[in-house]
């Protein structure tokens, strides 16, 4: 069975219980098989990119196959919300929904889309139709609006991210799509083997000793990084790792570097 998210956001955790870790987020239309029925709760796995954990069954609704037919379709030629945080409103009952970065809008037109029928409107100023060129100064222009976005274990939205969950959305403006986590990203694109041959958007790793992928940012040149450790930010990036102004001290071990 095929559900979609009709939330701005709904929280994706480790076990059936509120109290669990939440390991990712659903953002608003997109779509999940269901894997396991308990009461109240299902565990599912996200279409768009394998995630799999519990979910409320009351914050996701099951589609029809004629719908789940439709909404498939109509997804491929998607615009998506491109600022961290927008507002659509609903043409049946006239509410507000929030919308965060990296929500697809099917059926769009002139600040108008559609999801199972039901019209919204939105800012036509808040949506990309086309997936922005990869760049240094689109990409500038792009994460300025998400500094100081506060970090959060498991979150992909403006009120919270964490260091996967940035480059999987900000990736997602420029028609890049990536796995969840940073152990996962590490293995998609092409390798740059030297800091010096970096470009702007390639996604820069970092380890622990043990050599186990922990963290993740973009790239915007060959001696800055901007990802989300503490909250969103711009720090110094060289063949160590990121240099924090703030501590005086390095943070981040550098680990590999990928071209999408």
Same mark, same amino acid.
């Given at each position: 069975?095929?559900?979609?998210?009709?939330?701005?956001?709904?929280?994706?955790?480790?076990?059936?219980?509120?109290?669990?870790?939440?390991?990712?987020?659903?953002?608003?239309?997109?779509?999940?098989?269901?894997?396991?029925?308990?009461?109240?709760?299902?565990?599912?796995?996200?279409?768009?990119?394998?995630? !799999?954990?519990?979910?409320?069954?009351?914050?996701?609704?099951?589609?029809?196959?004629?719908?789940?037919? $439709?909404?498939?379709?109509?997804?491929?030629?998607?615009?998506?919300?491109?600022?961290?945080?927008? +507002?659509?409103?609903? !043409?049946?009952?006239?509410?507000?929904?929030?919308?965060?970065?990296?929500?697809?809008?099917?059926?769009?037109?002139?600040?108008?889309?559609?999801?199972? $029928?039901? *019209?919204?409107?939105?800012?036509?100023?808040?949506?990309?139709?086309?997936?922005?060129?990869?760049?240094? $100064?689109?990409?500038?222009?792009?994460?300025?609006?998400?500094?100081?976005?506060?970090?959060?274990?498991?979150?992909?939205?403006?009120?919270?991210?964490?260091?996967?969950?940035?480059?999987?959305?900000?990736?997602?403006?420029? *028609?890049?799509?990536?796995?969840?986590?940073?152990?996962?990203?590490?293995?998609?694109?092409?390798?740059?083997?030297?800091?010096?041959?970096?470009?702007? $958007?390639?996604?820069?790793?970092?380890?622990?000793?043990?050599?186990?992928?922990?963290?993740? *940012?973009?790239?915007?040149?060959?001696?800055?990084?901007?990802?989300?450790?503490?909250?969103?930010?711009? !720090?110094?990036?060289?063949?160590?790792?990121?240099?924090?102004?703030?501590?005086?001290? +390095?943070?981040?071990?550098?680990?590999?570097?990928?071209?999408?």
């Amino acid at each position: 069975m095929v559900s979609i998210a009709l939330h701005s956001v709904v929280p994706v955790r480790a076990e059936a219980r509120e109290s669990a870790e939440q390991s990712t987020q659903m953002l608003f239309g997109e779509l999940c098989t269901i894997l396991e029925q308990i009461p109240r709760w299902n565990r599912i796995k996200l279409l768009s990119d394998g995630q !799999e954990g519990w979910v409320d069954a009351k914050m996701i609704a099951p589609m029809n196959t004629e719908e789940e037919k $439709g909404y498939r379709a109509a997804l491929k030629d998607a615009a998506m919300v491109a600022m961290p945080m927008a +507002y659509a409103v609903s !043409e049946n009952n006239g509410q507000t929904i929030p919308l965060t970065a990296g929500t697809r809008l099917t059926n769009y037109k002139d600040g108008r889309f559609e999801v199972l $029928g039901v *019209g919204f409107r939105i800012d036509p100023s808040m949506v990309l139709t086309t997936p922005h060129e990869l760049n240094q $100064g689109n990409l500038l222009q792009t994460v300025r609006f998400f500094i100081n976005i506060p970090y959060l274990w498991g979150g992909k939205n403006a009120l919270g991210m964490d260091c996967s969950g940035f480059t999987q959305v900000v990736m997602s403006l420029f *028609g890049k799509s990536i796995l969840r986590n940073a152990g996962e990203q590490v293995r998609q694109g092409l390798e740059v083997k030297k800091l010096k041959d970096v470009q702007a $958007g390639d996604l820069v790793f970092f380890d622990h000793e043990d050599g186990k992928i922990s963290h993740v *940012g973009i790239a915007i040149d060959d001696n800055r990084v901007i990802h989300c450790s503490g909250r969103v930010k711009v !720090e110094k990036l060289d063949e160590t790792g990121i240099f924090s102004a703030e501590q005086g001290a +390095y943070t981040h071990h550098l680990a590999a570097i990928r071209r999408l």
